[in-house]
């Protein structure tokens, strides 16, 4: 069944259009900020993945370097990257 969702999930991800850009603008906490920022950095951007998943699996190294963009952005623009490498170290 993985497989078979795997195989679904890579013809959407590479059907026409998929790879145009479109603008999203976000108001969030910078609590959220924080919690978002770290849900990409464990689910996307570290070898030690906390959780499996095969959709994740067979994503284009394109569409993680794009993530690893949109982490340091809301990061920035919420002026919480320093605070938030100081959180990694506890």
């Known amino acids: 069944m993985s497989k078979e969702k ?26 959220n900020v924080l919690l978002l920022g770290r849900l990409i ?6 070898k030690e993945s ?3 998943d095969e959709i994740l699996q067979v994503l284009p190294k394109e569409s993680t370097d794009e993530f690893k963009q949109i982490h340091e ?11 938030y490498e100081r959180l990694k170290l506890l």
């Open 73 to 83: 952005e809301i990061l920035r623009k919420s002026e919480l990257t320093e605070f």
């Open 50 to 52: 906390s959780f499996e």
């Open 41 to 46: 950095e464990a689910g996307l951007l570290t």
């Open 6 to 31: 795997s195989k679904i999930f890579e013809t959407v991800l590479s059907s026409p259009g998929m790879n145009q850009k479109c603008k999203i603008n976000l108001v969030m906490s910078r609590q």
